[in-house]
Structure formats: C-alpha cells, structure tokens
C-alpha cells in the first residue's frame, strides 16, 4: 500500500482505512469482520454445525460469515410483508439456508449443469433459481448438507465461495462472449484470470461492503455495466484496437447512482490488474462507518473520476492508462440473446426465457440432455434471467427448440412480457421482503399475454420485494417495488428507467401505489397509452419522459 496519499479524507470520520493505521471497527459488522474473516467460517460448518445443526450456529456466523460462502438463512413461512421491519432477525428466518452458486461469465459446462440439477432435486427441494447476476440460488438447504453440497460442486469447477459478503462477488460477463458474430472482444480470459487469482483471496475478502464487477465485449452491452462497481466495457481505440473502457461507481438500492467513465483505456491483458487497482481503493478509501455509505459510489461521488483515476494511476497501478473512446450506442431493441442466433463459427446459440428466472432441478436435468443430443457442452446464464445454449450444429437447432418450448423455456414463441419481466426471490424466502414477486410476476406475464397479444415492443418490467433493488427497479421501463398499498401488498411504480441506449434512472410516481390486485389493469393501461402514442422507433423509456402526468397513471 502506498505511503503518500493523494485524496485526503472525508470531511468526517468515515472509517477510510487509508487514513486509519489501526483499522478501527466503527460498527457491528466491522468489529465482526474484524474479529474473524468471513472465508474462515467453512472450517466450522464442516466440523461443527454439519454436525450439531442449526441451532449450534452462533449469530455472527449465521447472520455474518456464512454469507462469505453463499449462505444466506431463509425467510420463515406464512410471515406477512407487513411484520418484515417489526420483527427481530432470528424471528424472520427458518432454519433452511437459500445457497447460491456463482457461475463466473454465467457459464456452465454439461456436467456443472448437471451436478447443480442434482444438488436441486436431491437437497434444495427441486428449486433452482437464475439470478440477474447470472449465479444460481437454491432454497431449502439443510446445514447438515453442506458440506456434501461443496463437494459435488467442487468437483466440477463451481464453487460457492464469496457468492454473498463484502467481497468480491460473481464476475458477471457476455453469454455469448466469444461466439457472437458482432463481438468487439472476447473478455473471458480476463474473468477467469480475476477469479483464479483473486477470489478467496484474504487481501480483498473484507471490503466496506459487497463488489460488483461485469467484463463483456458485445456491442449489446449485455451486462448492465452502468450499475456494476466496476466495470469493462468493449471497444475498439483508433490506434490499439479492441479494449475496454473503464467504469466504476454503478449501484441501485435505495440510494441509485449510475457508474462513470474514467475515460482510460484497458487492454484484455491488463484488466486483472486495473480490477487489483480498483478494488484496493474501494478496501483501503471506502467507506466504513455506516453500512448505507459504504458502496463505491459515495467514494466516486465525493471524489469525481479525475481524483478517482489519478489515485488508481499513481498510488496503485504505477503508470498512466491511455485515454479511450466512449463506448458506442448499442444497436436499437432487445439485448436478451432469446431466440436462435448464428455464431461466427457456422454454428448457433439460442436463448430461452424461463419465467422470471425460476427453474427445477429437473428442468436443468432436462436441459442438459437436450445439451448433450445437439453435441455441445455449454450453456450461459444471462443477466436478464435467461439461458442460452451455445455451440448447436444447424441440423439440431429445431430439435433443442422443439425441446426447450416443451419445457416452458420458451424461445421462438416468448412474447415481449415473457422476455422482459424480471423478479427478485420475494416474501417466499428473502427475510427483507414485503411482497411477493416471483408467482406474482409469472401471472402477470400471462394476464398481459392475453390482454396485448399483438403488442411486441421492447418493454421492461422489474418486479422487486423491497427497495434494495435486486431486480433493478429503477432501470426497467416499468419497476415496481413492494410496499403496502390500500390495505393490500402493492407496489411503487418507477416509469421510464433504463440501461445502454435509454440509460437513466427511472421516475417515481409520487402519491401512486398499486395493489397487486389492481397491476395487470394498471401496467396494460400505461402500455396501450405509449403502443397509442409512440413516435416512430421511440421507447417507452423515451416516450415516459415526454408522457403527460395524467397518461401514466
């Protein structure tokens, strides 16, 4: 760690250990962290509490360190939303674990899909959820089974390490990183690299709070790179070709700030040690005091990009990155990779939307036999919730469809609704939330499907169970989040959000909850007003901020 600092501290103490030799823990987390590192938490559930249950776990551990291996307890069953900020945390949580498993890049290979189908069906109860981040969560997992559970996985290349805590979590990337025929650059060797160096490493396994890194290459910007910690996005520089450009300070939740360029230039090469670079400046300046600040981008905020690039350049890289262009405007409507696509190597990908994310154990089981007829050996979680097959020889490409619809994995037949709703996990297991989403979210879809059966433009619709924005509520075109409405579970509308081309944080609609009663008259209301409306090649999230008040309500 450098010796002379360039950013003076915070105008008030804010924990920085940059200016604190001592490391001084100015919280409960902090002093937790601070007494054992969350990584060392798998020597006791090996030989402790797989053994004596879940009653021997110690608070810490249960509600603390676990999460440094992808355990997060479960909401108890038949809590109402109302009760979710009442309630102590040892009243809110059942004494079953959701696990999630991180899937670097999204990518699983046949027999990683395989062995989490299995991990579903024989210890999660069948479930098996895709997440935005494209990891995979489990619910319904004994403590007594983990340790069986980590060792199927880690037979196969998965791991749960670092999936949930103040560290570095899944490195999300393209799912069509080095097939897709437009790709300015390929940036899984940078992934792998990150997480075969970095992850589980104790130099970043207590950072002020969870790190969200995204890489891709695609001219989709398929990544929400605009809401990552840090993030690599392709381009091509006039004299050193194709690269990435630098952004950081991207995140939602209650406080949502899009992340910004730094203006600098990256090769492949070099994105694991700028990551080192960024990632060190957030554990050694960032923010400890209060939990609410401690994300990169009240840093950013405080600091601007200039400082921020200067301090990575001089304090921890050692030489000056090379200025580089902006990315440019993604191609105009969907970036999901549902349907059939060609690969630039004669072959096809083709992408499959689930209902908001939510699978079975043996559905993946069934996708991998469809895998394994069309001879390949992949497939790609998506950050929208989907899946995507890659490597399909034309001759079997109607054959996996034909295989994937069977299943209700829908591809050429999904509509927009289908395609373009996303839910959290909801009041079902999370301990934070209010409402329902997930079985909410799927009759929506079908509600919309009949209502608008000819209306096919791009259109997002977030559905989030708390304003912590798991489902990225402020980037959709249509975001709802929970919240008590007339009496009823409801949600908050935020109109008019959205990523690559139309990036921006959506507007609230001060005064308008919805109850869930009332959401499939109210979101056919709105659309059939815009479908009236909109100007040729406009979308929503366009039309949204030149809409009259009165026409979205």
């Known amino acids: 760690m450098a010796q002379t600092r360039i950013a003076p501290p915070a105008a008030k103490p804010e924990g920085q250990w ?19 590192d969350g990584l060392s938490v798998r020597h006791r559930i090996e030989t402790i509490y797989a053994h004596e249950g879940f009653d021997s776990i110690p608070g810490d551990d249960l509600r603390g360190r676990m999460r440094w291996w992808g355990l997060y307890t479960q909401r108890r069953p038949g809590i109402d939303g109302g009760k979710t900020a009442t309630l102590e945390p040892e009243q809110l949580e059942d004494e079953y674990f959701m696990l999630r498993v991180r899937c670097d890049g999204g990518r699983l290979s046949l027999a990683q899909l395989r062995t989490v189908a299995g991990v579903s069906r024989e210890f999660g109860r069948g479930t098996a959820d895709i997440t935005d981040r494209q990891n995979i969560q489990l619910h319904w997992v004994r403590i007594e089974d983990v340790p069986e559970i980590w060792r199927r996985l880690e037979s196969v290349g998965l791991t749960t390490q ?17 097939v897709a025929a437009d790709e300015i650059i390929d940036g899984t060797p940078a992934i792998e690299e990150i997480h075969r160096r970095y992850i589980g490493d104790p130099a970043f396994s207590n950072l002020p709070r969870k790190w969200k890194t995204a890489v891709s290459g695609s001219p989709h910007q398929d990544v929400a790179h605009e809401i990552n910690d840090v993030a690599f996005v392709g381009v091509v520089h006039p004299e050193l070709g194709p690269g990435f450009d630098l952004w950081v300070g991207g995140a939602l939740s209650t406080n949502p700030m899009l992340g910004k ?27 400890r005091r209060l939990r609410t600040r401690a994300r990169l981008k009240f840093l950013l905020a405080d600091w601007g990009p200039e400082l921020f690039r200067q301090v990575l350049q001089e304090e921890y890289l050692g030489y000056a990155l090379p200025d580089g262009p902006e990315p440019p405007p993604p191609p105009t409507g ?15 990908y083709i992408g499959a939307a689930p209902a908001v994310g939510r699978i079975s154990g043996e559905v993946l089981d069934a996708v991998a036999d469809l895998v394994e007829l069309a001879g390949s050996d992949r497939v790609q979680l998506t950050t929208e919730q989907k899946l995507v097959v890659i490597d399909v020889p034309g001759d079997k490409v109607d054959a996996v469809v034909d295989g994937l619809e ?30 329902e989403t997930k079985a909410r ?10 209502r608008l059966p000819t209306f096919d433009q791009p259109l997002t619709i977030n559905v989030n169970g708390c304003p912590n924005s798991c489902a990225r509520i402020q980037t959709a075109d249509i975001g709802l989040k929970g919240a008590l409405a007339q009496g009823e579970e409801g949600y908050q509308v935020h109109l008019g959000g959205g990523l690559g081309l139309t990036s921006g944080l959506g507007k609230t609609l001060r005064g308008l909850r919805v109850p869930s009663s009332e959401l499939p008259d109210y979101i056919e209301r709105v659309t059939r007003r815009f479908d009236e409306q909109r100007l040729e090649g406009e979308q929503f999230a366009q039309w949204v901020h030149r809409a009259a008040e009165e026409d979205l309500r």
């Not at 200016?19 to 007494?35: A, C, I, S, Y």
């Not at 080192?276 to 050694?284: P, Q």
């Open 334 to 348: 969907r970036r999901d990779h549902v349907g059939v696509h060609p690969q630039k190597d004669g072959r096809f």
């Open 261 to 287: 360029r730094l203006g600098a230039f990256v090769t492949l090469e070099q994105i694991p040690e700028v990551w080192v670079g960024v990632t060190s400046i957030f554990r050694d300046y960032g923010y």
């Open 18 to 36: 940059a200016f604190d030799p001592e490391r001084t823990p100015l919280n409960g987390n902090e002093e937790m962290k601070q007494v054992d």
């Open 406 to 435: 069977a299943l209700g994995l829908q591809v050429r037949s999904a509509s927009t609704f289908r395609r373009g709703t996303l839910a959290c996990t909801g009041i079902e297991f999370c301990k934070l939330a209010i409402v």
């Open 441 to 450: 979210a799927t009759a929506l879809v079908g509600e919309l499907e009949r």
């Open 162 to 178: 670092e999936a949930c805590g103040d560290v570095p979590r899944v490195i999300i990337g393209s799912p069509v990183a080095g």
